[in-house]
């Protein structure tokens, strides 16, 4: 099932002026698009698509599309462009899905935990699967606890849900553990007055 949700209606105009006059109304113009449904330009409540920008997987999520005297529609964020200057969202595109047929998308990678030794540094940050739509995973989350200094976390070391294939290599790193920062070494820079004096007595 969907765990996000817009709503929408057909866009009523186009042009600046219009976007300009939507945006004052706190709403974007937005285009739904996909082999069954063509193109729908539409509009909606910025705020809708606020939300999901800032969930963690808002990108990789199901989205139950709602455009009014039209029909529901399962789709998935695609695009959005913002303002150069505000960096607010000005326009959205959703892709309609099918439901029964496998999609690649990427989900977000965390670490739960902490170890006790070293540096943590994750490298990968998203992972590349391969599922029906209504399979993708939140995320995914790997425990570090027990790692240590030297040891490391492969794509393969990952637990995946059942029905997910994963396109990224299996050896990729995800996260490793460094040692302890390197300590500095004291360079003890010769006194100029020293040196002058030692030059003279030879």
């Known amino acids: 099932m969907s765990e996000l949700g817009i709503n929408a209606r057909i866009r009523q105009g186009r042009g600046r002026g219009y976007r300009n006059s939507l945006q004052e109304k706190g709403m974007i113009p937005g285009v ?3 082999s069954e449904v063509g193109s729908i330009p539409v509009e909606m409540d910025s705020r809708q ?3 999901i920008l800032a969930s963690p997987s808002g990108r990789s999520k199901l989205i139950k599309f709602s455009v009014l005297d039209r029909g529901d529609y399962n789709v998935m964020l695609k695009d959005v ?3 150069p200057v ?3 969202v000005i ?3 959703f892709q309609q899905v099918n439901l029964n047929q496998r999609i690649n998308t990427a989900i977000p990678v ?3 935990g902490e170890v006790k030794e070293g540096v943590l540094q994750q490298v990968m940050r998203e992972l590349e699967i391969s599922c029906l739509p209504a399979e993708i995973p939140g995320s995914i ?3 570090v606890d027990g790692m240590t200094p030297g040891s490391a ?3 393969a070391d990952l637990i995946i849900p059942p029905g997910i294939t994963v396109l990224d290599d299996g050896s990729e790193i995800v996260a490793t553990v460094l040692a302890g920062k390197e300590e500095t070494v004291d360079v003890e820079v010769p006194d100029k007055d020293v040196e002058n004096q030692a030059a003279e007595g030879e």
């Open 32 to 34: 739904v698009y996909g």
């Open 49 to 51: 698509v606020d939300r």
């Open 81 to 83: 462009q913002y303002d």
């Open 86 to 88: 505000r960096r607010e």
């Open 91 to 93: 326009h959205a595109d």
């Open 110 to 112: 965390f670490l739960a």
């Open 141 to 143: 989350t790997f425990n």
């Open 153 to 155: 976390v492969k794509v």
